[in-house]
């Protein structure tokens, strides 16, 4: 029952990220169409301009990619409960589920989300054992809502730190030309 | 020569070095809640760590995956050569700073 209830919940997670697929590669197409009619209603004919043009749409497609990198639904939680427990868990008996999604929103994929995650989940326990399900649902919004911040600010600092490098790479460039 | 640490860096090292081996996030939260009386998010919390984590002060080590954390695994953390000597140079800082105020 246990790997039947699995197996459903995999198949709905791929059916998600299948969905995220299709609708990246929607993107790229609707940009590379309108770069397209852009060149031919202005009758650019540069090579590089075109060329640019192509990487740019690139970039942006890629960056929407990833930036909605994760299926933002249900199936995802679920799937990623199932896979790491081996159980998937009652929506009513874990933390708030739009909480828990928007920590998984907000960070990164990596292992140390997922220590993230289960140190919010022994805390909320805890909290929820001690105080109360109300109390620790009202604790777990607080702790998401006030990481929101931290962690965007975190991305952001990492992303500025990657610009200035590039800056500096490309002064040097332009020097040693 | 080691940088030194800010204050909310140096109440986090200082509370891994009491909790020795155990020192992961929640046990850290939780150290720095008791002894301070002030709560600690854990956005806050996990980005100063990834800071330090960055600067080589602290080095990290997945446990094994508890039930009660849903499956997951608790990320330890402990300080390198590289940290004990920021956090022993930023105190010595702060004493400096103390006798000085003190004599004045």
Same mark, same amino acid.
């Given at each position: 029952?246990?790997?039947?209830?699995?197996?459903?919940?995999?198949?709905?997670?791929?059916?998600?990220?299948?969905? $995220?697929?299709?609708?990246?590669? *929607?993107?790229? &197409?609707?940009?590379?169409?309108?770069?397209?009619?852009?060149?031919?209603?202005?009758?650019?004919?540069?090579?590089?301009?075109?060329?640019?043009?192509?990487?740019?749409?690139?970039?942006?497609?890629?960056?929407?990619?990833?930036?909605?990198?994760?299926?933002?639904?249900?199936?995802?939680?679920?799937?990623?409960?199932?896979?790491?427990? &081996?159980? *998937?868990?009652?929506?009513?008996?874990?933390?708030?589920?739009?909480?828990?999604?928007?920590?998984?929103?907000?960070?990164?994929?990596?292992?140390?989300?997922?220590?993230?995650?289960?140190?919010?989940?022994?805390?909320?326990?805890?909290?929820?054992?001690?105080?109360?399900?109300?109390?620790?649902? &009202?604790?777990?919004?607080?702790?998401?809502? &006030?990481?929101?911040?931290?962690?965007?600010?975190?991305?952001?600092? =990492?992303?500025?730190?990657?610009?200035?490098?590039?800056?500096? *790479? $490309?002064?040097?460039? =332009?020097?040693?030309? | 020569?080691?940088?030194?640490?800010?204050?909310?860096?140096? @109440?986090?090292?200082?509370?891994?070095?009491?909790? @020795?081996?155990?020192?992961?996030?929640?046990?850290?939260?939780?150290?720095?809640?008791?002894?301070?009386? @002030?709560?600690?998010?854990?956005?806050?919390?996990?980005?100063?760590?990834?800071?330090?984590?960055? #600067?080589?002060?602290?080095?990290? @080590?997945?446990?094994?995956?508890?039930?009660?954390?849903?499956?997951?695994?608790? #990320?330890?953390?402990?300080?390198?050569?590289?940290?004990?000597?920021?956090?022993?140079?930023?105190?010595?800082?702060?004493?400096?700073?103390?006798?000085?105020?003190?004599?004045?």
């Amino acid at each position: 029952m246990k790997q039947l209830r699995e197996k459903v919940l995999r198949r709905r997670f791929f059916l998600a990220c299948l969905r $995220h697929v299709l609708r990246s590669l *929607a993107v790229l &197409g609707t940009l590379s169409l309108c770069v397209l009619a852009f060149f031919k209603m202005f009758s650019i004919e540069t090579e590089l301009v075109k060329v640019v043009a192509a990487m740019a749409v690139l970039m942006a497609s890629t960056l929407f990619h990833f930036v909605s990198k994760r299926p933002k639904d249900e199936a995802f939680l679920a799937y990623m409960r199932a896979v790491n427990s &081996g159980v *998937a868990k009652h929506p009513e008996k874990g933390p708030p589920m739009h909480a828990e999604k928007l920590i998984y929103l907000i960070l990164p994929a990596s292992d140390t989300t997922d220590a993230i995650i289960g140190d919010l989940e022994e805390r909320y326990e805890r909290a929820a054992n001690r105080y109360g399900v109300k109390y620790a649902n &009202g604790w777990y919004w607080r702790q998401a809502l &006030g990481s929101v911040v931290p962690f965007l600010w975190n991305r952001v600092r =990492k992303i500025l730190t990657l610009t200035a490098v590039a800056k500096g *790479a $490309h002064t040097v460039w =332009k020097w040693w030309m | 020569m080691p940088s030194t640490v800010g204050s909310f860096e140096m @109440k986090i090292l200082l509370a891994i070095i009491s909790l @020795k081996e155990q020192a992961y996030g929640v046990a850290i939260a939780e150290e720095i809640e008791e002894r301070l009386g @002030k709560s600690v998010s854990v956005g806050t919390l996990y980005t100063t760590l990834e800071r330090l984590e960055e #600067k080589g002060f602290l080095a990290t @080590k997945f446990g094994d995956p508890t039930a009660s954390r849903g499956g997951r695994a608790k #990320k330890y953390f402990r300080l390198t050569g590289k940290g004990i000597s920021a956090l022993k140079e930023t105190l010595a800082d702060i004493k400096r700073i103390q006798e000085a105020w003190v004599v004045s």
